[in-house]
């Protein structure tokens, strides 16, 4: 076995090892962070990993039976592909048929093994494989370009067209007859040139998709810093940025800016009868009525169980129309949040066995401020005490500057 690996490593060219131990070292590197936690990182290190297995394979021609070293390369690399097609699906959310992915590789072995003794046509099948795989990994990757942002989109984008590229150059001029398509097998211009090409796939892709998952976990950890994670509207952070930015932006304005605070009326009645995911449901519902009736300014908080707060800018220089216009909101807000709720009880087995329409008030204190004065503390506990009196009076009800207007 070790004189075989000797030979092996002295006939072969220095880029064909660079090449193996480059994915070696991938694929260890992907299984380090992928265990335990990235399960899709795993298809990735998988692919790395047959990559590897395809160049050994096709290395070891000479020391192997024909059939392990034919079938078993050139079916390493389709599956290869396979694994790289799979895991851009489900990097870039791709919707795409699975039959699409794993049933030509598996046509393409039992070609192989029909094939074994007829090298032009196992040519040809191999022309035929990887043409198909380089069209559907350049579909999947413009339809990524277009789905997501990042830099590392770029890098994987480029990667990938530079090494279809080549693959269907080279199919084109085996149909043509330039070239037979033995020149991978043994040193030569051809080989040096898919080598180099493998070479720099291989670093520009790895490099690409450690972009890619660090740009995603940085957006994650974004999203889960300035966004309630039940009802995906904003978090008490982002209205302390929000006021602060008001204060600055506003310095040597006399404009009028509003806080709308509001409070379901019997929502603990629901959770207690129904259960937390059932008042959670009803939640996620009434965020999204408040959140699709609002201004693209306008921005809309949650404080935590069921209390809400909705931030109004650019009200006018006039307080009373200032208020008259914070007070229109909160009209058609609590309309909306009246309105009855379409909600699903599940039973012990995670099913749905109860199907409840029901009906929730608010209650709702208006603050107004001038933009240039905001300030959290005063805002809030103004805007709370304003709630407070419209619980008081009945529920239902608005309260603004003292008074009840509902």
Partial sequence: MFAS?????????????VNILLGFTITICVLIVAAGKHRDLMIWASGFALFVLAFVLFGLRSELPLMVSVIGGNGALGFMFAMFVEGLARLYRVPISRWLIWLPPLLSVVGFVILLDDFDSRVILG??????????????????????????????????????SVL?????????????????????????????????????????????YKE????????????????????????????????????RSSGYCAIILLDLDNFKSLNDTYGHTV???????????????????????????????ILLEHLGDDMDDAEIKALNVAKRMLEILCQPYQLDVDGDDGKPTLHLEYKVTASMGIELFQCKDANREAVMSAVDQSMYKAKQSGRNAISCRGRICS
Avoid: C
């Fill in 5 to 17: 690996l000797g030979r092996f490593i002295e006939s072969v060219q220095p880029l064909y090892l």
């Fill in 168 to 212: 269907l150059i080279r199919a084109l001029l085996i149909i043509s007859g330039v070239i037979d398509g033995s020149g991978f097998l043994s040193p030569s211009t051809e080989q040096t040139v898919y080598l180099s090409m493998s070479l720099s796939t291989v670093v520009m892709f790895a490099f690409g998709l450690l972009v890619v």
């Fill in 216 to 251: 995603r976990a940085e957006s994650d950890a974004w999203r889960e810093a300035h966004f309630d994670p039940l009802t995906n509207v904003s978090n008490r952070r982002v209205l302390k940025h929000r006021l602060q930015g008001l204060s600055l932006s506003h310095e």
């Fill in 279 to 309: 008042g959670d449901r009803l939640l996620v519902l009434a965020a999204q009525r408040i959140k699709h009736n609002l201004d693209v300014s306008d921005e809309v908080i949650r404080l935590g169980g069921d209390e809400f707060l």
């Fill in 127 to 164: 022309v035929v494989t990887s043409t198909y795989h380089s069209i559907l990994v350049l579909f999947l990757v413009f339809k990524g370009l277009f789905s997501t942002t990042g830099r590392g989109r770029w890098v994987i984008f480029f990667a990938i067209v530079f090494h279809a």
